[in-house]
Structures are given as C-alpha cells and as structure tokens.
C-alpha cells in the first residue's frame, strides 16, 4: 500500500525564517502527492499537489514543494513564514483511488 | 452549494445511542470521502462514494458504522450502539471525480463526543 511518514509532529519557527515540512513517502510506481493545511476551528484545504512533471510545484499562500525520486521525499517549504502559516499541515498520497494522510505536522510560527 | 455542509456541527450522545452525521456535497461532484480525525491522530480514511455506489468501504471500524449516498449527493454515515472510542471529528469531503488525483474539498466536520 502507499503510504506517507511525517517524521515531525512539531515545527516552530521565527517570523520571517524559512519553514520546511518534512514529508516522506512509500509507494510502487509514480506517486500523486498532495499536501494540506488545516488552520485553526477550520476545515482542510488543498495547498499543491504533485502528478508528473516539474519537480517543483507551486501552491497557494506561496508555498511550495519539491518531490525527490531519490529520496522518495516530497518536503513542503517557504521561503519567509508569517505567523499566520501557523496550523496543521498534512502530507498525503493517492492509494486505491483514495488519499492517505500521513499523521501531520503542527506548525507554529512566533513573532 | 458553495462549499461542503456537514451538520450537526457539534453532537453529543450517550454511550449505546444510535446517531447519524449528514454531508452535503458540491454540487456536481461525483466522488464523496468521509475520514475521521481524533485528538492527536492523522486523518483516518472510511468509506468513499463514486456516485450513488461505494467501491470501498475498507476504513469502516465496524459494523456499526455504515454510509450511504442518494441521489448522486447527500451522504449520511450511522453509527449504532455508540462507544466512547467513536468520539472524533468526522469530516466529509468531495472532489469533482473519484481516483484521488482531483483535489478534495473538506466540510468543516462534525465533533462528535460519545459520554
């Protein structure tokens, strides 16, 4: 089955420092990644997604992320985190014509 | 609709209850996935709808779970004889067609607490 690690539970970072979430993944075959946030008392919402292509992908609220084939990782990443970057993040995979979810990462960003 | 509706938002039942959680899709969208997220857990997958019909119902717990879809829309997940391991936040999401690649949009969820 494929599956995604999230090998952090928490990330804090200073206001205006670049922000890494780190993300995983275990499949056979092209994977199709996704990443999503959660903000606070707020439903989930797609921010990028990779099929095939560009290894870079470009998503909302300008995140991004880069898929390694090498490292079998799919790190999302922002060049300058606002406290408002502050929520849950999850990475996820398609399996079975449905997505996994890997356990998420908490991500504060303090003033 | 303009976004996903889930309701209640907040349920609160006693332990052996019978209580059923109601998702109102995007119109138009043909693929329907209920998860479930407890405290300090990921997202935990259900059950997932193409249309009216369910090609997998793999993440069900048990039994007493069960989903069905009417009319290529509304979506209503029942759980029977509640336990206090059913308190999670039950969250749908639909996406324009089913095989995973199309992004899903959630609903806000609903809280569920089994006393």
């Known amino acids: 089955a494929q599956s995604v690690a999230q090998p952090e539970d928490q990330v804090n970072v200073a206001e205006g420092n670049p922000l890494t979430v780190k993300c995983t993944y275990s499949?056979?075959?092209?994977?199709?990644l996704f990443w999503y946030v959660q903000y606070p008392n707020r439903g989930l919402q797609f921010l990028l997604k990779?099929?095939?292509?560009?290894?870079l992908v470009k998503g909302s609220y300008g995140f991004e992320a880069e898929f390694n084939k090498s490292q079998t990782s799919f790190h999302l990443k922002k060049p300058s985190a606002l406290v408002s970057d502050s929520a849950l993040y999850f990475c996820?995979?398609?399996?079975?014509?449905?997505?996994?979810f890997g356990a998420g990462t908490t991500v504060t960003v303090r003033a | 609709g303009a976004g996903v509706s889930q309701s209640p938002s907040n349920k609160v039942t006693e332990k052996g209850k019978d209580v059923e959680l109601r998702c109102d899709p995007i119109?138009?969208?043909?693929?329907l996935y209920w998860y479930r997220q407890s405290l300090g857990q990921g997202l935990e997958f259900l059950i997932y709808?193409?249309?009216?019909?369910?090609?997998?119902k793999s993440g069900l717990p048990s039994d007493r779970f069960s989903a069905e879809r009417t009319g290529g829309s509304v979506s209503t997940l029942t759980i029977q004889r509640t336990q206090q391991e059913d308190s999670a936040v039950y969250l749908c999401?639909?996406?324009?067609?089913?095989?995973?690649?199309?992004?899903?949009?959630f609903g806000s969820g609903t809280q569920l607490s089994v006393l």
């Open positions: 990779y099929i095939t292509g560009d290894n």
């Open positions: 996820a995979v398609v399996n079975d014509y449905k997505l996994s």
């Open positions: 119109s138009g969208h043909t693929a």
């Open positions: 709808f193409q249309g009216n019909s369910a090609p997998d």
């Open positions: 999401a639909s996406s324009l067609v089913t095989g995973g690649w199309e992004k899903l949009f």
């Open positions: 499949v056979s075959g092209n994977p199709y």
